[in-house]
């Protein structure tokens, strides 16, 4: 009981941390995995399920890597104008190959689209340095037409840029009696994001979901993903995600040259099929 109480506690403060203005930060989902272990995924769940070896992912600092007869990895960051001015030629002498980049958050309490304020010049940053990107969003929408809206909304922010990887929904609770999504349905949540990830992929561009093991085992209805791309995240030593998954956010402290001093970085490891 004791453990459980700390562990709410904790879990609230993360939020309010990050919660006290308008702009709620992503995409790092407030709650750490609340629940540690691994789950049967039942029988009628076409969503493919985690085969990774747990003991092949290697952290070294702030880096990981994953290599075994299927799959290889690359190192990549996320970023949003919380992260101030990236050097992004200091970020690729690391070995980042990647990095997925805000385009921008509806507000939760007044539901405004907002861009971020450092989209073009992270955008410019990561691809003159020959980093690879892909965009999210921070969604608070409330219906699946404020989710395609969401989507319109980044559709329209990345014209003119080459993107090679998918582009992301990050729907997160927001613990404020202000927020918009404080009464909103479960069932809601999975709607939402089948209607952006629709919307996106008829753009024709690849959509994925940002959600950590509470959104996967509690909110999200997992069955009805299984053509878009899931992006793990969750901060134990080894991810604890019962279903596959492409990306894997596994810390959002990261000290890494290319940041302003004090600055911390989503760090993510992708995972990609070994060619046969």
Avoid at 31 to 36: F, G, K, T, Y
Avoid at 220 to 245: N, V
Wanted: aromatic fraction near 14%.
């Amino acid at each position: 009981m004791i453990v459980a109480a700390i562990l709410i506690i904790s879990v609230i403060a993360s939020i309010l941390s990050r919660c006290s203005n308008e702009e709620s930060e992503g995409p790092e989902i407030s709650a750490e995995d609340s629940v540690i272990g691994w789950e049967t995924i039942p029988e009628e769940y076409i969503v493919p399920a985690n085969k990774y070896d747990s003991a092949k992912f290697i952290q070294n600092g702030n880096f990981m890597t994953y290599e075994d007869e299927n799959y290889t990895s690359e190192q990549g960051i996320d970023v949003s104008d919380h992260n101030e001015t990236v050097d992004w030629k200091a970020v690729k002498d690391q070995g980042i190959t990647f990095a997925y980049i805000r385009a921008g958050y509806r507000g939760y309490t007044e539901g405004g689209l907002i861009p971020d304020q450092l989209f073009d010049q992270n955008m410019r940053g990561a691809l003159d340095n020959g980093i690879k990107v892909g965009v999210y969003f921070f969604s608070q929408a409330i219906n699946e037409e404020e989710a395609r809206e969401e989507a319109r909304f980044v559709l329209d922010k990345i014209k003119g840029y080459h993107l090679t990887l998918p582009i992301f929904y990050d729907p997160e609770f927001i613990t404020s009696d202000n927020a918009r999504t404080k009464d909103l349905d479960y069932a809601q949540f999975t709607a939402n994001t089948i209607a952006f990830c629709d919307t996106i992929r008829d753009a024709g561009y690849a959509p994925g979901i940002y959600c950590n093991k509470e959104w996967q085992d509690k909110v999200l209805d997992m069955s009805q993903f299984e053509d878009i791309t899931t992006w793990f995240a969750g901060y134990s030593e080894k991810p604890q995600s019962q279903y596959h998954f492409e990306y894997w956010q596994y810390t959002h402290t990261a000290k890494i040259d290319g940041f302003p001093d004090g600055v911390t970085v989503d760090m993510n490891i992708q995972l990609i099929p070994k060619e046969r």
